[in-house]
T-cell receptor
Framework: EAQVTQNPRYLITVTGKKLTVTCSQNMNHEYMSWYRQDPGLGLRQIYYSMNVEVTDKGDVPEGYKVSRKEKRNFPLILESPSPNQTSLYFC???????????FGEGSRLTVL | KQEVTQIPAALSVPEGENLVLNCSFTDSAIYNLQWFRQDPGKGLTSLLLIQSSQREQTSGRLNASLDKSSGRSTLYIAASQPGDSATYLCAVNTFGGKLIFGQGTELSVKP
């Protein structure tokens, strides 16, 4: 089954404790991206990647890092999480810049 | 800077009605526009994708149109059902790979 898988789905952590949210897709898509969804602000793009070793900033990249060492994986790294990074995070992938987007189920992160 | 607006923010209709959701964007330089459905606490499910060279796309009871010159897209839902209740989001794919989302329309279809 074609899918985008995120882990963990739920996480509560404390300020400053590094964490990684993994994202994996099994559709051999070139493009992958991360978004956060907040009430009243909607979905905003954090980072995107057009291919292996190619990443670029979205609209809200501050406080986040990404890497794309393999085509199927695109982890989101929070080096020193802060409470304002409490949010619902989504990973997505698409084939080519004009391809249909497929989303993961989301990861709900709470930073205390 | 590209901005995407969806009106109305919320809509409640009786079952069986045909309805239209609106999406407008400020910059016509886009690759495509995509409509999504999001159920509470869930991820986004793609409904329809319209490339910039297309005028409309249809899937079952759903029809999406795109007028790039006026910066507008509509999602038409025919014969609405309670199972259509969800939040509907549009997103424009801008040149350079950035995806900009609207705030969404929360649809409630009453039995």
């Amino acid at each position: 089954e074609a899918q985008v898988t995120q882990n963990p789905r739920y996480l509560i952590t404390v300020t400053g404790k590094k964490l990684t949210v993994t994202c994996s897709q099994n559709m051999n898509h070139e493009y992958m991206s991360w978004y956060r969804q907040d009430p009243g602000l909607g979905l905003r793009q954090i980072y995107y990647s057009m291919n292996v070793e190619v990443t670029d900033k979205g609209d809200v990249p501050e406080g986040y890092k990404v890497s794309r060492k393999e085509k199927r994986n695109f982890p989101l790294i929070l080096e020193s999480p802060s409470p304002n990074q409490t949010s619902l995070y989504f990973c997505a992938s698409n084939q080519g810049i004009t391809g249909e987007l497929f989303f993961g189920e989301g990861s709900r992160l709470t930073v205390l | 800077k590209q901005e995407v607006t969806q009106i109305p923010a919320a809509l409640s209709v009786p079952e069986g009605e045909n309805l239209v959701l609106n999406c407008s964007f400020t910059d016509s330089a886009i690759y495509n526009l995509q409509w999504f459905r999001q159920d509470p606490g869930k991820g986004l499910t793609s409904l329809l994708l319209i490339q910039s060279s297309q005028r409309e796309q249809t899937s079952g009871r759903l029809n999406a149109s795109l007028d790039k010159s006026s910066g507008r897209s509509t999602l038409y839902i025919a014969a609405s059902q309670p199972g259509d209740s969800a939040t509907y989001l549009c997103a424009v794919n801008t040149f350079g790979g950035k995806l900009i989302f609207g705030q969404g329309t929360e649809l409630s279809v009453k039995p």
